[in-house]
């Protein structure tokens, strides 16, 4: 349990956002409290709030590779209309993608169905990605190949 610096109120640790400048290593404000702060900052200052959300992400981007090439994917997905709206990149996309390429070098996240086939067009969503060998994915192109998926046991 912790004391939220701005509401006050007792809350278990897991409603606290990671900070390891802290010296428990929770931030001194609840994420209700931090969300709340944010969204009065957008209101009163749209530009330099977007300003400031951009510039973190292009750093975020350029600084880890599984996020960049998560998001590179989800704007790809997104630009062919191929994401349900249920689908959200850091709840659902990003996660997934860091269990599949954690560990590989050298392997990219593939479509199991493509999102462009010739045979059948599947959607951007978390059941429908694989993490193959760049050779491979590079060779599957845009096919729907069944052998190459049980060669990976997915």
């Not at 973190?56 to 994917?73: E, F, G, M, V």
Request: proline share 5%; with cysteine.
């Amino acid at each position: 349990m912790k004391t939220c610096s701005r509401c006050k109120s007792s809350k278990p640790l897991s409603e606290f956002t990671k900070r390891c400048a802290s010296k428990d290593g929770y931030a001194a404000a609840c994420t209700s409290c931090l969300k709340k702060q944010k969204r009065i900052d957008y209101i009163c200052e749209p530009e330099k709030t977007m300003i400031r959300v951009k510039k973190n992400h292009k750093a975020r981007r350029a600084l880890d590779p599984i996020y960049r090439q998560a998001w590179n994917q989800w704007h790809y997905a997104k630009a062919l209309k191929r994401v349900p709206k249920w689908v959200s990149f850091t709840k659902d996309i990003l996660p997934v993608c860091r269990k599949l390429l954690l560990g590989k070098e050298g392997w990219t996240i593939d479509h199991i169905v493509p999102l462009q086939g010739k045979e059948v067009s599947g959607l951007h969503t978390p059941k429908n990605l694989q993490a193959l060998p760049l050779g491979d994915n590079a060779s599957k192109g845009r096919s729907f190949n069944s052998d190459i998926i049980a060669l990976y046991d997915i």
